[in-house]
């Protein structure tokens, strides 16, 4: 052992006190996943980009987050965050601002023009891509990065599918998405628009003329609400309406609108109307507790006027000289153990009106699956696909709402992603991963909070409600950079060493030894008291026990 004084000693040295004889366990440092990581749709390495970003490394922290998810400026305004509520830092004062902090990097990728390095070598193999949504994009990009030539089908007139047709510009601007669109693109993919695959024999040639196919169609049929005549000239689809240019919109819509429903789509299309002037009322199923819309999107949507009747349901329309008639009833709201699933028990003598000129139901889309016939397999409503998105149909994959309840933008990135490593593998582009047992995230109880100061979480300012009532301006503002560097610094790290040097300094017989980019233990002298552990501000070392031979 080096003859040098401990930094907390005032004499001597340890030299002559071998006290590893008494060890039965050894400290290992090894980066383990954060509670964000596991939560994440994308797998994102949130740890190692918000350490970047604090480190001032920006385009570090941009390319990080691109590794799992090309569009971080996009989910930093639209992602529904499942990072934070998993964050150790709740357990201290607040979670950090994980989805802003995104926002800022993608934004400042966005505005220094920052463009995808073009892959590393080309490969003579070519995968078909059917959807332009947020899933079909993020496997074709994922594919073109390993050297795939893409070629990418989609049905309408532009890429983006939800992103583009169902989001108001007020949480997603277009010159956003479609500049996030256009990095993916610039990378080689082939695109064609106007481009449907209408069934199975289509999907099926297609196929055949490629190496594989993932196929990200989406679920373009909306649910039908019981008692209510779709067909009727005052009933739109939540779906078309969106769609819909601003002036269709307040052609077709009267002037008290009932919205029905209580998700993300039913907000944004009450939003919506209040923005062209009109009153709307949200009748949803749900109680206040239970709405399935994200917590911020219920407090704006009352913080502009709309109106909710919770808990309650439409039983019957009576069209009159004077508007609709709509006879409701309060229920009892009880989730089931599937999605979508639930009971809603009506509550005796609860009934009331509503008046309205148009009804919109907001109730969810389904997939068309009809139209695959038994090529593909279905289960609970959408296509029976496994790991990596696989089918039962040989070289074909499937991903986004078309497989999977998760009916969010990040959920369909990731299982885009995720198709695309499967199909390289297949392809034999790539290493099949080995299917292990993921390691425990690192909970709050391996982090020392000694070391972390209190800090209070830094809040984007919000659009003032009379401005945002007057146009489709964006209402969530973004950090600035000095906001963006203090957030940063709000990060527990958790499970990756940041190279304090705790574990050195804090060893009473000085067995840790500083190397470059990583950490020694002399086994000589560490005795296993655990105390590296102890000290440790991110949870990124552990002991392990030591078998006897």
Known sequence: MDDHLSPLWTHLTSAGRRTGTWRSALPVWENAPSPCLVACPVEGRIAEWIGQLRAGDLRGAWETLCDNN???????????????????????????????????????????GWAFAPPAQERDLSVAVVGGGPAGLSAAYQLRRRGFRVVLYERSHALGGLMHHAIPPYRLERAVLEAEIARILALGVEVRLNAEVADAAALADLR????????????????????????????????????????LQAERAGAHVVVVGGGSAAMDVARTLRRLGRAVTVLALESDGQLPAQPVELAQAR??????????????????????????????????????SFRADPVPGSAFRLRADTIIPAIGQEADLDRWGTMLGARGGVIAAGPGGRTRAEGIHAGGDIASHDRFVTAAIGMGKRAAQAIAAELGAAPAEALTAAPEPVGFDR?????????????????????????????????????????????????????????????????VARLAGSYEVNTDYCKGCGLCVAECPTGAVHMREEKTP
Do not use: K
Request: glycine share 10%; proline share 8%.
């Open 70 to 112: 090309p569009f971080p400026a996009v989910a930093g305004r639209i992602c529904h965050h499942p990072c934070e509520g998993a964050c150790n830092r709740n357990e201290l004062d607040e979670t950090v601002g994980i989805c802003a902090l995104e926002r800022f990097v993608g934004d400042a990728a966005l505005a220094e």
């Open 208 to 247: 055949g003329r490629h190496d594989a196919l993932f196929l990200a169609a989406g679920a373009g049929l909306p649910r039908r609400l019981p008692g209510l005549d779709h067909d009727a000239p005052w009933v739109m689809e939540s779906a078309a309406f969106l769609a819909a240019p601003p002036e």
């Open 303 to 340: 913080e502009e006027g709309v109106r909710f009747e919770t808990g309650a349901r439409l039983v019957r329309v009576a069209p009159g000289q004077e508007g609709l008639e709509l006879e409701c009833e309060r229920v009892t709201f009880t989730p089931g153990d599937r999605p979508g």
């Open 447 to 511: 982090i020392n909070t000694a070391h972390h100061e209190r800090l209070a979480r830094q809040r984007a300012a919000e659009l003032p409600v009379p401005e945002r009532l007057s146009g489709f301006a964006l209402v969530q503002q973004a950090l600035g950079v000095d906001a963006a560097r203090d957030e940063a610094r709000r990060c527990f790290s958790c499970g990756t060493c940041i190279f304090c040097d705790n574990c050195h300094f804090y060893c009473p017989d000085m067995a």
